[in-house]
């Protein structure tokens, strides 16, 4: 069973946030405003409702950041991992 207490333990203020990343508080608040950064949770519909993160968005925000190698790093990411994929087949015409 899920606790108030245990699931305010799971969500981290900005300060916490910024702290397991090693960076400054207001560099997630930046991020935010120009939809980078892991995925945040907002705590209500006021503009000036708390903003929490999830220990484990982080984790999968930093695992989507993680290269083996500076040659597989591109800035538009996700994008250039997909045509990598598709690099596999060929897609030319008349290819099979």
Known sequence: MTTVSSL???LLTNNQAAEM???????LEIWR????GPKFVKMG????????YRAI?????LEAKTF???STYH???????????LD?????????
Do not use: C, M, V
């Open 8 to 10: 305010s333990a799971a």
């Open 21 to 27: 990343l090693g960076i400054r508080p207001n560099t």
């Open 33 to 36: 405003h120009k939809g980078k």
């Open 45 to 52: 519909e006021e503009k000036q409702a708390p903003i929490r």
């Open 57 to 61: 968005d982080i984790l999968e925000w």
């Open 68 to 70: 083996r190698s500076t």
């Open 75 to 85: 800035p538009t990411g996700d994008l250039y991992r997909q045509a990598l994929a």
């Open 88 to 96: 596999r087949f060929d897609i030319t015409a008349g290819g099979a």
